[in-house]
T-cell receptor, first 109, second 118 residues
Framework: GQNIDQPTEMTATEGAIVQINCTYQTSGFNGLFWYQQHAGEAPTFLSYNVLDGLEEKGRFSSFLSRSKGYSYLLLKELQMKDSASYLCAVLSSDYKLSFGAGTTVTVRA | GAVVSQHPSWVICKSGTSVKIECRSLDFQATTMFWYRQFPKQSLMLMATSNEGSKATYEQGVEKDKFLINHASLTLSTLTVTSAHPEDSSFYIC??????????????FGPGTRLTVL
C-alpha cells in the first residue's frame, strides 16, 4: 500500500515562493504527480516526476528523490489564483493513483 | 489535450433511490477508467478500476453490489450508486488513461459529480 504525507495548510504572500513537501512509502513506484484542486472542482495536472531531479514548468517546479521517498512542489511568484489545494499522488506499479490528503495554500495580498 | 466529461455535474436524490453517473473520454480511447470519491476536506480515494469489456476491480472496503460499474465501450464508463443513503453523499470523480500517451502514465480527470442524498 501507499502512505503519503503532506502538510495540511500553508499561507504565503502574493509574489512569494512556497514549497510543499511530500513524503511517501510505497510498495511499487511508477511516478509521482502533483495536482491542483480548487474547491468543488476536479484536480488539474501540474507535474509528473518518475526520475530523480527537478522538473521546471513555468512558475511551478517539482522535485523527486526516490531513495528518500520525497518530493516537493515549488510555487514561485505566487498569485491570488494559486490559492487552492495541492495534491501529491503516487502512481503504483499497477497504475493506481494514491493521493495525499492535500495541502491548502492560501495566498494573501 | 485529452478531455473527460461527467454527467450529471450534480444530482440530488431521495434515500433509497439509485443514481447513475456517466464518465466519457471525448477525444481518446480509454481501456481503463478509475472512479474516486472525495468527502469534504478529504483527499480522493480510489473506489474501483474500470476495465473495458471486463469486471471492475474494487478497492478494499468498497461494496461492489452497491457501486455498480459498467465499462461497455472504450469511451464510456458508468457508476451506479444503488439504494443511496445520506452517507453516500460525496463528490465522485472519474479519470481515464490515454493509451496514446503511455510515457506519461497520466490520468485525465473528469469535472466530478456532486451527489447529495436526502
Amino acid at each position: 500500500g501507499q502512505n503519503i504525507d503532506q502538510p495540511t495548510e500553508m499561507t504565503a504572500t502574493e509574489g512569494a515562493i512556497v514549497q510543499i513537501n511530500c513524503t511517501y512509502q510505497t510498495s511499487g513506484f511508477n511516478g509521482l504527480f502533483w495536482y491542483q484542486q480548487h474547491a468543488g472542482e476536479a484536480p488539474t495536472f501540474l507535474s509528473y516526476n518518475v526520475l530523480d531531479g527537478l522538473e521546471e514548468k513555468g512558475r511551478f517546479s517539482s522535485f523527486l528523490s526516490r531513495s528518500k521517498g520525497y518530493s516537493y512542489l515549488l510555487l514561485k511568484e505566487l498569485q491570488m489564483k494559486d490559492s487552492a489545494s495541492y495534491l501529491c499522488a503516487v502512481l503504483s506499479s499497477d497504475y493506481k493513483l494514491s493521493f495525499g490528503a492535500g495541502t491548502t495554500v492560501t495566498v494573501r495580498a | 489535450g485529452a478531455v473527460v466529461s461527467q454527467h450529471p455535474s450534480w444530482v440530488i436524490c431521495k434515500s433509497g433511490t439509485s443514481v447513475k453517473i456517466e464518465c466519457r473520454s471525448l477525444d481518446f480511447q480509454a481501456t481503463t477508467m478509475f472512479w474516486y470519491r472525495q468527502f469534504p476536506k478529504q483527499s480522493l480515494m480510489l473506489m474501483a478500476t474500470s476495465n473495458e469489456g471486463s469486471k471492475a476491480t474494487y478497492e478494499q472496503g468498497v461494496e461492489k453490489d452497491k457501486f455498480l460499474i459498467n465499462h461497455a465501450s472504450l469511451t464510456l464508463s458508468t457508476l451506479t450508486v444503488t439504494s443511496a443513503h445520506p452517507e453516500d453523499s460525496s463528490f465522485y470523480i472519474c479519470s481515464a488513461r490515454d493509451l496514446g500517451q503511455g510515457d506519461y502514465n497520466e490520468q485525465f480527470f473528469g469535472p466530478g459529480t456532486r451527489l447529495t442524498v436526502l
